[in-house]
């Protein structure tokens, strides 16, 4: 009988939720945390195909030297717009909203987050400042054309559509100083009794250290914005020096959020790693308490690294040796997860599913981009590859090969519970294959070509990288068959996978102890914890 109401239950999905009303409007009007991290993956999942349509043209027409698809103007249109998609739409949002908002109810012992109306308000604004940037292309004198930095003094004095491309970031600031708040005031508040500091979730870990860089950085990244749209608008020449502005002011107050920025992107992807590891080894996770205040250690010391993007800018030689510094010291609390990562794993009983398979990838990925990253924070190194592909591959390979294979790790481990199905593991690990050396082969030469002098946000290159780049984009049709695999399997399963049950992988947390999909306010009764959430005999 138990087994027949799972069953039914299954059938009907994610439909479960709020009680299985159904239409648009029970959606877009939803307060259940459950439906926002649905209508937020759905979101997140559409503008990424954007962003990769877009990384994919730009990497044909850097196949061969010369123009092949599009001219000059259109690169740079094409390849701000990948930039604004992917960094402000995708990464930056990506593991808080969808499955921050999902599961850290669920992981707490809560019915729901603090705020469910600010909830619905933070995925409204993310969408309307998604539409506002593809509003972009298609009105005023042209797409924008300055990367998705917006530097000035070009952003200020450029024809094209630039104000409402930096409005969309400045609308999507809000956002996420929204999600930041009722995360925060949630793990205050609301975590189920005897859940005390040290017994709550690795990952809510990671959502409570992003949600205070959330409230604390966006506002100064929205103001820098304003003054941007104030400035092309009014000519108030805060940042042009043809009247007297400082461009270099700009840059310092854009990288004050952008940097840690980068910590908003990573630190939750370290707290999916930190989930899946323990499940997939059975073993208590090495190093609990160290593991979360390295998270903390994190967000709090990238608050002051930003000055490494500027080392050619022209800032004084005390600032830059005082940045290189702290960039070394931000290695350490990432040495820290890294450690106790590879130490849960050792003599573990490891059973190598699909999520593992993309965590083990972002360790080796991560470690590379972080490694580069040290090279970079190099004064002697960073004059010499600043502004190269190699600062492009190492970006990605932290953030792609970082947060992006974090998010695929945590969408195949919590997806049974989302949807209540299991998907195919041969394809998600055909899938993953497919990603892992596609990736590989379209950002390692970058790596070399960045070595060798060719510079980034380019057009066109000389003859002698030709070769490299030839690699490198194939590399793009291997990653892209990939991404395809990985949909088409995730989007088949959530109507025709296999039932999962309450708690396929025997995981120990919170969420694996109701039902899949979980009920309208989560917990019949909410629970009382007594021990730490890792607890394997």
């Not at 259940?32 to 937020?40: A, S, T």
């Not at 962003?51 to 094409?78: H, Q």
């Not at 946000?457 to 291997?478: A, K, M, Q, V």
Request: aromatic share 16%; net charge positive.
């Amino acid at each position: 009988m138990k087994e027949d109401r799972e069953n039914r239950k299954a059938d009907r999905g994610f439909w479960i939720y709020e009680g299985g009303k159904t239409g648009l409007f029970s959606w877009i009007f939803t307060t259940d945390h459950k439906r926002i991290g649905i209508l937020y993956l759905t979101s997140l999942a559409v503008f990424f195909a954007a962003g990769v349509t877009f990384g994919i043209l730009m990497r044909l027409e850097l196949i061969s030297p010369g123009k092949t698809i599009m001219s000059a103007s259109t690169y740079n249109s094409i390849f701000t717009v990948h930039g604004v998609i992917m960094i402000f739409l995708f990464i930056i949002p990506g593991i808080p909203v969808s499955l921050g908002n999902f599961l850290l109810p669920l992981q707490i012992g809560a019915r729901d987050v603090a705020f469910p109306r600010i909830n619905l308000l933070s995925w409204w604004l993310y969408i309307a400042g998604g539409i506002i940037a593809l509003l972009s292309l298609f009105t005023g004198t042209g797409p924008p054309d300055t990367g998705w930095t917006f530097y000035a003094p070009y952003s200020i004095r450029t024809g094209t559509n630039v104000s409402l491309a930096v409005f969309a970031a400045f609308v999507l600031g809000f956002s996420s100083i929204l999600t930041g708040m009722n995360f925060i005031t949630t793990i205050h508040r609301l975590r189920a009794p005897g859940m005390t500091w040290f017994r709550i979730p690795l990952f809510v870990w990671t959502l409570y250290a992003t949600a205070w860089v959330q409230i604390l950085a966006t506002p100064i990244l929205a103001i820098t914005l304003l003054l941007i749209i104030l400035e092309r608008f009014f000519g108030m020449g805060l940042f042009d020096p043809a009247k007297g502005g400082d461009p270099v002011l700009y840059q310092h107050l854009f990288w004050i959020y952008s940097h840690p920025a980068v910590y908003i992107m990573i630190v939750p992807a370290m707290g999916v790693v930190t989930e899946i590891i323990p499940v997939f080894a059975r073993r208590t996770v090495f190093g609990y308490k160290a593991i979360a205040f390295s998270s903390i250690g994190i967000a709090a010391v990238g608050f002051f690294v930003w000055g490494h993007h500027m080392f050619t800018s022209g800032i004084s030689d005390t600032s830059k040796v005082i940045f290189s510094l702290l960039t070394f010291l931000v290695a350490i609390p990432s040495g820290i997860k890294v450690f106790n990562w590879v130490a849960s794993l050792y003599k573990g009983s490891i059973k190598v599913d699909t999520p593992l398979l993309y965590v083990i990838s972002f360790i080796f990925l991560f470690c590379i981009g972080g490694l580069t990253g040290l090279i970079n924070g190099t004064l002697a190194t960073n004059i010499h590859i600043h502004g190269t592909h190699f600062i492009v591959a190492h970006f990605h390979y932290v953030m792609f090969g970082g947060t992006a294979f974090a998010f695929f790790a945590g969408i195949h481990y919590w997806f049974p519970k989302i949807f209540g199905r299991m998907y195919s593991e041969a394809r998600a690990k055909l899938a993953w294959l497919f990603l892992f050396i596609g990736f590989n082969v379209l950002y390692f030469p970058m790596f070399i070509v960045g070595w060798q002098g060719m510079p980034r946000r380019y057009y066109d290159y000389l003859p002698e990288f030709h070769n490299l780049n030839f690699i490198s984009t194939t590399g793009s049709w291997i990653l892209a068959v990939g991404l395809i695999l990985l949909f088409a399997n995730l989007i088949r399963s959530v109507r025709k996978g296999e039932i999962a049950g309450s708690n396929p992988w025997k995981g120990t947390t919170l969420e694996w102890t109701v039902p899949s999909p979980p009920p309208v306010e989560n917990f019949e009764e909410i629970p009382t914890v007594t021990h730490g959430p890792y607890k394997y005999e």
